[in-house]
């Protein structure tokens, strides 16, 4: 049945009101989410900026024979109780690994505890009014500063939130991450270049095939179960080592690593691989030679988006124990560590005003090593990529 012109317009201008309507929903979509997002990153940075300044008060230091057994008792009365407690456990040290500071003074900037560095920044106030006009007298005279916080980036972890730090949890990521490279690149790419290039499609490589789709989507958590059962349980890995935590990440990484690296591999067209045979080649010099050059810049990138992933993971690490309190850098991939989503976990759970700061704080240092390594995924991918 044949349709007037003006039916046939009406229809149209329907049609193109339902195209203007679902644009308009997918804009203000893409409005939200840039919304949350600018609301996250604000809430971050005005939290999380106040942790890389730490307040200092200059104070005078009397070495006397009291100060051998209480540290304190070097510091003028006043000011004692408003300075951090681990520079007063420091001075019965100083004085043992240096006897000619006994009966001597100096003048020295030292960290004040968390009341007086929350007061300057302006946040709730814990101190008696003697406490804020000793503080006050001192600001006056430019006795109190904010420094950079460089606490925050060379100690560990610590009871007391002004000398908490990141130091610990950084190189133990580090460690972690260099496990989970070690392990999951070198397999992850060799089991894809065997599902691609050289394994028969029959229903046992289809089966591998769908079992590391699955693998790829599971809960993290559930490779932390596997961790704790298989290497820490059968294969007695210490606890909370970058060992274990590694191995598990690693177990989370493959999946992503050999989908991306497949990818890559079947990206690489069929006449680079028939050409190489025509010229008498063998099956692994084309795959050597040829193939894996060419797919390089893919699966580089995918690998590093899969360590970038993993760096983030903290419930599989909670799982293997890497929540520890761990105040000094681990010397060894064996030694007990933690990494920085658990360090920014732990923080989270302290009552204390300061550690909110320090978990934003370190939440920034976190995203900002996690946009690096995502951008130069993509750099890598821009500058390597070929078109064919």
Not at 259 to 281: K, W, Y
Request: hydrophobic share 50%; net charge negative.
């Amino acid at each position: 049945m044949s349709q007037s012109f003006d039916e046939i317009t009406t229809q149209l201008k329907r049609r193109h009101r339902k195209s203007a309507r679902l644009k308009w929903l997918s804009m203000a979509s893409l409005g939200v989410a840039l919304l949350f997002l600018i609301v996250f990153f604000a809430d971050m940075l005005n939290k999380g900026l106040p942790a890389f300044q730490q307040a200092m008060v200059q104070v005078e230091v009397n070495y006397n024979e009291d100060a051998e057994t209480m540290g304190r008792a070097a510091l003028e009365p006043d000011i004692a109780p408003l300075v951090s407690r681990s520079f007063e456990r420091l001075i019965p040290g100083m004085i043992r690994d240096n006897p000619d500071l006994l009966g001597t003074t100096e003048t020295r900037w030292v960290l004040t505890n968390s009341d007086v560095d929350q007061y300057l920044k302006g946040h709730r106030n814990e101190l008696s009014e003697d406490e804020r006009a000793a503080i006050d007298e001192r600001v006056e005279n430019e006795q109190v500063e904010m420094k950079f916080n460089t606490t925050f980036f060379t100690h560990g972890d610590s009871k007391m939130a002004e000398r908490a730090g990141i130091m610990a949890a950084a190189v133990g990521t580090i460690m972690t991450m260099l496990v989970t490279l070690a392990v999951a690149f070198p397999i992850g790419v060799m089991t894809a270049i065997y599902l691609e290039e050289f394994a028969p499609d029959n229903r046992f490589t289809q089966a591998i095939e769908i079992n590391i789709n699955n693998l790829a989507a599971i809960p993290s958590i559930l490779f932390g179960l596997l961790g704790l059962a298989v290497f820490i349980n059968f294969f007695g890995v210490p606890r909370s080592s970058p060992m274990v935590g590694g191995l598990t990440l690693a177990l989370m990484t493959l999946p992503v690593i050999i989908i991306s690296t497949r990818a890559a591999l079947r990206s690489v067209p069929d006449s680079i691989r028939q050409g190489a045979f025509a010229v008498g080649c063998s099956r692994w010099q084309v795959v050597r030679d040829h193939v894996l050059p060419l797919a390089l810049p893919g699966i580089m990138t995918g690998s590093i988006i899969g360590l970038a992933q993993a760096m983030g993971e903290t419930a599989p690490l909670i799982i293997v124990g890497m929540v520890a309190f761990i105040p000094d850098v681990s010397a060894s991939f064996t030694q007990a560590a933690t990494v920085l989503p658990a360090q920014v976990f732990t923080w989270a759970g302290e009552p204390e005003r300061a550690f909110v700061e320090k978990t934003a704080g370190g939440i920034l240092v976190l995203l900002a090593v996690l946009i690096f390594m995502n951008a130069t995924a993509v750099l890598l991918r821009k500058k390597f990529e070929r078109r064919w």
